[in-house]
């Protein structure tokens, strides 16, 4: 958590300038989140299958696996797209169309579907990335991953999202868009400052090692 802190307190001014994210967790849009309409979103869903699976999980790399997914994370990202905070041409189209009760509803549906599951997980091939998640990089002032994301990539508090099974291409990309600062909906800049020390290297095996986590 002291790692954690440091990162915190190193945020550049720039980075406050402007919010990050419209989102604010209060109690009241936590419920709403939760209230959401299961049945609701999954006649919703059948519109995201092309790109994410029937089931949530993606047959396309480079798009990412929804099933399992924490629903406040999903909600907030669905907003950010809609907001602009979040860039891409075809989720801000999207989510532009979708209403907040809309964003809800989808959230609580990929939320109650079975997430993707790794095959067994290679640490030795991966040292590297197994060490970052467990211990973190010191000398960069890296926090283990776990503290975050949890021991088994299931993803903590609102908006730190699950990365068990998660697809290579999409999670290498989200990191790189996070390292060039092409995404900024990161609360606190919290994600940009961590991926600015990761090499190109320690991404590609990041990705690979929780592809391959199981939850």
């Known amino acids: 958590m002291r790692q954690l802190l440091m990162i915190w307190l190193l945020v550049p001014g720039f980075a406050l300038a402007e919010p990050a994210s419209n989102i604010a967790w209060t109690p009241q849009l936590l419920n709403f989140v939760k209230q959401g309409n299961v049945q609701k979103g999954g006649q919703l869903a059948a519109s995201c299958a092309g790109c994410h699976g029937e089931k949530g999980i993606s047959q396309m790399d480079d798009f990412p696996s929804l099933a399992g997914q924490l629903a406040t994370y999903t909600y907030k990202q669905l907003r950010d797209y809609a907001d602009g905070k979040r860039e891409n041409a075809l989720m801000n189209s999207v989510a532009e169309g979708l209403s907040k009760q809309d964003a809800a509803d989808l959230a609580v549906w ?66 790189t868009e996070y390292k060039t600062g092409v995404r900024k909906n990161d609360i606190y800049s919290r994600m940009r400052l961590i991926a600015q020390y990761l090499t190109e290297d320690d991404i590609k095996q990041l990705a690979q090692y929780y592809h391959q986590m199981k939850r």
């Open 110 to 175: 990929f939320a109650s579907l079975p997430p993707a599951q790794g095959k067994a997980l290679d640490k030795a091939a991966l040292k590297k990335a197994k060490r970052l998640v467990e211990k973190g990089n010191g000398k960069k002032i890296i926090p283990p991953c776990f503290a975050c994301h949890g021991s088994r990539g299931q993803g903590e508090r609102q908006d730190i999202p699950a990365l068990s099974g998660q697809q290579v291409n999409y999670f290498i990309n989200t990191l």
